[in-house]
């Protein structure tokens, strides 16, 4: 007496296929939807970070006399080919928020940029033009507002070892920030402090008349 095994066709393999990769992933949103049952299983978190090393030193000779604080919305989206969103793509808007420095370099005054009469009552500077520093995004203030995931990217996040990276919008969000910076008058800003910062230590020296001027 034979037995006959009858073999699961290969439509049915891939039907249980998808129908555990939608396992999968349902239990990954449930997880995501509802933190609580994290709890359950007693997550604890570690910081094992070594001692922060110290590379190189070095010295500021500038004076940093101004800084704006600025805001933006990224809205970043990335569509595929042939594929409508629900199934391939992603959509973040990400708040971006940040600070940029301006400031003048004293490290580059020569003895023809600075010019004393005789009696010491009269002083002249002539300092390079106030320039920007890079802009420095602020993780406490800085999210994601909302994102959008398609299906296949959201299958793809519960297998990425950093799920839902933000480096583009952070990216992107710096080089608008540092754009704004450059159209605002924050340089003009730092000059006319940096001006008044001279001219009260120079008086306060016994300098009466204090020039200072900028230029290359």
């Known amino acids: 007496?034979?037995?006959?095994?009858k073999r699961m066709p290969g439509w049915a393999?891939?039907?249980s296929a998808f129908v555990l990769v939608l396992v999968v992933l349902f239990a990954g949103l449930r997880l995501a939807v509802l933190p609580g049952l994290r709890d359950v299983f007693g997550t604890e978190t570690?910081?094992?970070?070594g001692p922060a090393l110290l590379k190189s030193i070095q010295d500021m000779s500038r004076y940093d006399a101004a800084s704006g604080n600025f805001q933006v919305v990224v809205d970043l989206e990335k569509d595929a080919k042939y594929l409508p969103?629900?199934?391939?793509?992603t959509r973040t808007l990400y708040l971006g928020a940040g600070t940029v420095d301006a400031y003048v370099d004293l490290g580059t005054l020569g003895e023809k940029d600075v010019t004393v009469n005789g009696?010491?009552?009269s002083a002249a500077l002539h300092l390079p033009h106030a320039a920007?520093?890079?802009?420095?995004?602020?993780?406490?203030?800085?999210?994601?507002?909302s994102k959008q995931r398609g299906l296949l990217d959201r299958i793809g996040d519960i297998f990425s070892d950093n799920p839902n990276n933000e480096?583009?919008?952070q990216k992107l969000a710096v080089k608008h920030i540092g754009q704004a910076a450059k159209d605002s008058r924050l340089t003009s800003r730092a000059e006319a402090n940096t001006t008044g910062m001279l001219e009260g230590l120079l008086r306060s020296l016994?300098?009466?008349?204090?020039?200072?001027t900028y230029g290359t």
């Not at 570690?46 to 970070?49: A, E, F, G, L």
């Not at 969103?85 to 793509?89: E, H, L, M, T």
């Not at 802009?135 to 999210?143: E, K, V």
Request: hydrophobic fraction near 35%; charged fraction near 25%; avoid cysteine.
């Open 1 to 5: 007496m034979t037995t006959s095994i």
């Open 13 to 15: 393999k891939v039907v």
């Open 119 to 121: 009696d010491r009552t």
């Open 206 to 212: 016994g300098f009466k008349d204090v020039t200072v």
């Open 46 to 49: 570690h910081d094992r970070s």
């Open 132 to 145: 920007l520093g890079k802009p420095a995004l602020d993780p406490d203030h800085s999210y994601a507002v």
């Open 85 to 89: 969103d629900a199934i391939r793509g």
């Open 167 to 169: 480096q583009a919008v």
